[in-house]
């Protein structure tokens, strides 16, 4: 029986860190470099790889370095491979060429702040619990409701395949949707938004500030709450935003929750203060 290749790392000579990338991981067939920030819109990490594997169709394992685009939870948002070679010419080391490869394009694209660990999924906040973790769901319960993202939809593209997600805050009172439809990091950024702003996880309270507005009731104000959003003055910024395209998905659930009666309540309220010293001045 032939002995396996030895590792890559007794093989070639490999850089902790080029440029702002950082060397994070180093396995038998693979190492990995990272860096962060990212020139695609919703990613925040780029991650370098370079392995010895095999693909379907391969004869034999070939050499391949792979760019990733990572979001804030450690979700591969895009991929590309930059390069591959088999190992056709004895003696020489294809392993050298792969890094070789690997750090010009390091050098090309340096990153700007220092890396300090990869980004994971959120485990535990307040009293919420995260209870299932993978690449296809991921749920957070607390003692009075469940947030559930899960995969809702794979669109093949060319050369690409988009995987889509929904988040979905459960309920005594029932299922409210917060993000339908989005990307991994959204859809979880709206998970993450609703326990932090209810770490007790009362989602669906008996009673709410919101239902004073004119027009919300039980229904509406667990919704709202769902979207992170507990008081009025947090559903009067949201409205009144002045980037409301920082997360288009949260600006579109808002819009169907909200009707012309709340917002004209909204409104209304946020003059009153005016009007009043408009009538102290006047005396």
Known sequence: MENPDPP????????????????????????????????????????????????????????RVRESSIDEYGNSVSSKQLFQKRELIEDYDYGEWAIQRAKRHMEKHPGNDAFDEKPSIPEEIGRWECSESGLQAWEWESPHAEIRVEQSDIQEGYCKTSVRYTTTVSVESGDFVVADGTVSGQAIRAAVRCMESIPNGYVDEEWSELENIRGVGPAKATKFRALGLTSREDLRDAIQSEFPNTDPEFSRQLEIVLTTMIRDELAETEAAPGEEDEIAASH
């Open 8 to 63: 890559i790392s007794s093989r070639v000579e490999i850089p902790d860190a080029v440029h702002g990338w950082t060397l994070v991981t180093v396995d038998s067939d693979a190492v990995e470099w990272w860096k962060t920030g990212s020139t695609h819109i919703s990613a925040d990490y780029q991650k370098l790889r370079v392995s010895l594997s095999s693909s379907i169709g391969d004869r034999e394992p070939q050499w």
